[in-house]
DNA sequence: TTTTGTGCAAAGAGTTTGCAGGTTG
DNA sequence: CAACCTGCAAACTCTTTGCACAAAA
């Protein structure tokens, strides 16, 4: 699961595998839910003159391949992460900024409806869903 | 449902009612589904001199006071439209790029649980679900 | 007539692209 | 050594902001 694993898929598609590659899967890796700037400045740790760029470029890559995902949590700049941890949804409250997760299975029930209803098949690790988080909700609620 | 409703909920809030505003209510309205620059060229139309910024900031208010949603159908600029259109879930193809609805109620039971298990509320209007289409899944199950 | 809103122009985030030179297989 | 990849700089899209003037209440 290591270069083995980023070596092969690249290869398989016509793709070659330079350290680059390796570093930024690395850091998608480490930090678990990042930014393309979060993740350059983490490339950049160690090989300081990889630019946004082939960041941007790489991640692209290898989501096309696979071995990463993003979603968008806020406004600005999408989110990436494994691939392999795509098992959670992510809650974003519009008011607070709050994040969080709850396991995909969740959405079963409603991914099945929609595949029979019409053929559609959600890619869950995409998915952020928006609204307002049980403290906001309160809130909002009190002020009635 | 005309200029009434929207003056009530502008000086609700100590708001003032412009023509400006009007328009991109009205626009976002015609329209039905639209970027910000799409309701600026609708806007246009009637007052050319309008500027894109101020529609920018009358979505912002409009959004605030209620009236107009906002969703992200694709990579770009998100997708206004009324609040009371709000009655239906986009499912958007990452590979054709294919939007279709769906109606909300098959959110139901979803929302049900986040409801119970976290107290979330979801904004099912702001909920747009990625994924494949009916025949870009069939396409990709028989390239396997 | 005070406060709020608008147009304009410039700046700011985030991302993409063309190209020359470097690297991989 | 041929095809591919990277760094760099510039361009691009979408959005925000500062400010002087205009309009609403």
């Known amino acids: 699961m290591k270069s083995d694993e980023l070596q092969?898929?690249?290869?398989?598609?016509?793709?070659?595998?330079?350290?680059?590659?390796?570093?930024?899967l690395d850091a998608v890796r480490r930090l678990g839910h990042s930014t393309p700037e979060?993740?350059?400045?983490?490339?950049?740790?160690?090989?300081?003159?990889?630019n946004v760029s082939t960041v941007y470029r790489t991640l692209d890559l290898l989501e096309e391949v696979g071995l990463v995902t993003h979603t968008h949590l806020g406004h600005g700049a999408p989110t990436y992460h494994p691939a392999d941890e795509s098992d959670h949804v992510h809650l974003v409250c519009t008011e607070?900024?709050?994040?969080?997760?709850v396991p995909a299975s969740i959405l079963e029930r409603l991914t099945g409806s929609l595949r029979e209803v019409s053929g559609f098949?959600?890619?869950?690790?995409?998915?952020a869903m928006h609204g307002?988080?049980?403290a906001c909700a309160a809130t909002a609620k009190s002020k009635e």
Chains 1, 2 share one sequence.
């Open 8 to 24: 092969s898929e690249l290869r398989a598609r016509g793709y070659r595998l330079t350290p680059q590659r390796q570093l930024v």
């Open 38 to 50: 979060e993740i350059a400045a983490e490339v950049r740790e160690q090989s300081p003159a990889v």
């Open 96 to 101: 607070c900024g709050a994040i969080e997760a």
């Open 121 to 127: 098949e959600v890619n869950v690790a995409h998915l």
């Open 132 to 134: 307002r988080c049980a």
